[in-house]
C-alpha cells in the first residue's frame, strides 16, 4: 500500500512557505511602524489566530483522506481533530491547543522584549524564523498525529483485532522502529511511538500490501 504520510507530505510543502509569508509579513508590518505593546500583542494574536484556521482546515482534509483511505465510512473528521487537539500527547509532552497558545505568548514577549530594547532587523528577523519553524514542526507533528488517529478509528470501525507495525524502510529509521517492523498487536495495545515524528504506520494484519 502507499504511504498513509504522502497526502499530508503534499498539504505540508505546500503550505509551508505561505506559514512563513505570513510571520515575514508581521514582522514587516510591525517594523515599518511604531506600536504600542497592546498593538504588538493585537497583531501577533491576529496572525496566530489566522495560522490556527489554516492549520485546522488542513489537518481536517488530511484526517478524511486518512479516515477513508484506511476503510472508514462515517463522517467522524471533526471529532477525531477535536480529540488530537484537546488530548494530553506523551510523545510532545502537551496539549495541542495549549501549546498553540503558549506559543503565541512567548512570541509575543520575544518581540516586546526585542521593540523595548530597540527593533534590531536582524536578530527580530531571528525570532520570526524560529517562531515559524516551532509552528510548522507542531503542525507536521500533530498532522502525523491525524493520520495515525483517522486510520486506527477505521480500523475499530471495521472491527480490525490485529494490526502490523510498518516501518519507513530509509537512512533515517531509528533502530526502535526498525526493531518493531512487521510486528503483530491487538489493536488495543499498540505501543506509543517511540520518538517525534515517527512515520511509522500500522496495516490490518491480513492486509495486503
Known amino acids: ?102 506559543k503565541r505568548m512567548r512570541f ?21 524564523k524560529r517562531n515559524a519553524s516551532l509552528w510548522i514542526s507542531q503542525l507536521r507533528q500533530y498532522g502525523i498525529e491525524v493520520v495515525d488517529a483517522a486510520r486506527k478509528r477505521a480500523f475499530m470501525e471495521d472491527e480490525t483485532e490485529f494490526v502490523e507495525w510498518v516501518a519507513e524502510d530509509d537512512a533515517k529509521t531509528c533502530s526502535v522502529c526498525e526493531e518493531l517492523d512487521g510486528e503483530i498487536f491487538e489493536l488495543s495495545k499498540v505501543p506509543d511511538k517511540p520518538h517525534r515524528n515517527c512515520r511509522c504506520y500500522l496495516i490490518s494484519a491480513d492486509a495486503e500490501e
Open 1 to 102: 500500500m502507499k504511504n498513509p504520510y504522502q497526502y499530508l507530505d503534499r498539504r505540508l510543502e505546500a503550505v509551508e512557505p505561505r506559514i512563513i509569508r505570513s510571520f515575514n509579513k508581521n514582522r514587516l508590518v510591525l517594523g515599518t511602524g511604531t506600536f504600542t505593546n497592546s498593538e504588538i500583542s493585537k497583531k501577533i494574536a491576529s496572525l496566530y489566530e489566522t495560522l490556527g484556521k489554516g492549520n485546522y482546515s488542513l489537518l481536517l482534509d488530511v484526517c478524511r483522506e486518512a479516515y477513508e483511505n484506511a476503510g472508514g465510512k462515517s463522517e467522524v473528521s471533526e471529532q477525531i481533530i477535536s480529540e488530537v487537539f484537546e488530548t494530553y500527547l506523551p510523545l510532545t509532552e502537551y496539549v495541542y491547543k495549549n501549546e498553540a497558545e503558549r
Open 108 to 128: 509575543t514577549e520575544a518581540v516586546i522584549s526585542r521593540k523595548e530594547k530597540g527593533f534590531n532587523t536582524a536578530e527580530m528577523t531571528n525570532i520570526y
